[in-house]
């Protein structure tokens, strides 16, 4: 069903909020469904994938066969797409809640702005950022060097040339449907196999990323792993080289991200995910 509420501004807000669930969070998902219905976005649907033993008014319910696959995320976010009947999609997981008031105006910038993917400032439980506006430059190998820890991630929110460096975090991210189900997240991956690094890498050369400022989100359990914000100093060279790499013949693009370490130096450079 359909959620029909007030609206909060003029334009009608058609929404789908899609969350997925495990069938063990029943009280984190209760929360994150009420932040959404406490908002009273006019024409919003919320549309959750997996199991639940609450019966929620005017919540869509696709129950999962957890059996199948084990922590199938992927599968469950394409539902999402298949299933969804706005073309605006608010993706998460069971413990996220809307956190403050979804501005009217940057409500409009969703529904009518030109992009692909989306994303909003998302917060952990302890209101410091989690993954948000995200850099992820290590599939390209002249930079690898300069980002020894996955930490070193967090970009200001202002920055807007590096999006052929970016990635969307699979915990939450904003999508347009139609770009969902032509670009499919790879469904023979789980959580925990770096399913949205992959659908990131698969597809940033071409995606139009937005960051919507006004829009939060927070965490309802606090996650363990601490990322950073990208130190100034490197911002700039940073810029530059998603300047020269956008400029790249495709031959050229495909060098610069071949695999060309080998196992000795990556063990005196790891990638450190503690």
Known sequence: ?????????????????????????????????????????????????????????????????????????????????????????????????????WSPNELVDLLEGQWDVGMCKVKNADGSRYT???????????????????????????????????YASGSFFIVKRDFLRKNPLDESKSWGEGEDVEWSIRLRDKWKYEFFESLEVRSQKQKKLVFTEVHSIKLPLLRIYAFIYRALPLAIKRIAKTEIFPERIKKIFPLNFS
């Open 1 to 101: 069903m359909i959620v029909k509420s007030p609206c909060i501004c003029k334009n009608r807000a058609v929404i789908t909020f899609g969350i997925i669930t495990n069938g063990k969070q029943d009280t984190l998902l209760a929360k994150c469904i009420k932040s959404i219905q406490v908002q009273k976005i006019e024409e919003s649907e919320i549309l959750v994938v997996g199991n639940t033993a609450i019966s929620f008014e005017n919540v869509q319910v696709l129950p999962f066969d957890e059996d199948i696959v084990s922590s199938w995320i992927t599968r469950k976010k394409n539902l999402i797409a298949e299933f969804a009947k706005n073309e605006t999609i608010v993706l998460m997981h069971d413990y996220f809640e809307l956190s403050g008031i």
């Open 132 to 166: 948000d506006w995200c850099l992820w430059p290590y599939d390209h190998w002249p930079l690898r060097l300069f980002f020894l820890s996955l930490h070193d991630c967090l970009l200001p929110y202002t920055e807007k040339l590096l999006q052929n460096l970016m």
